[in-house]
């Protein structure tokens, strides 16, 4: 499932068109749920070490972006 979700979010990394809802039915469609229920599985699965064997560059990638929107929120 973590190599699942990877893949999916690589697909998905510089895509423009996920802004505009396409990535929210690919979710739907791909996973069977909900954005935020698709987000709390990769948050989760970002932290294995399933996750940084499966797909190194990838995970930092995230972890990184999930970083950088957490120390702005914090910022301000």
Same mark, same amino acid.
């Given at each position: ?12 990394? $510089?895509?423009?068109? /996920? ?5 929210? !039915? ?7 749920? $909900?954005?935020?229920?698709?987000? !709390? ?9 399933? /996750? ?7 995970? /930092? ?13 914090? /910022?301000?």
């Amino acid at each position: 499932m973590i190599g699942e979700l990877l893949a999916f979010e690589r697909r998905w990394l $510089n895509d423009p068109r /996920a802004g505009d809802g396409r990535k929210a !039915q690919a979710i739907l469609e791909t996973f069977g749920v $909900n954005e935020t229920r698709y987000y !709390q599985r990769l948050v989760a699965a970002l932290g294995t070490r399933e /996750a940084w064997e499966s797909d190194p560059g990838t995970t /930092a990638l995230l972890r990184e972006r999930l970083a950088s929107r957490s120390r702005g929120r914090r /910022a301000g």
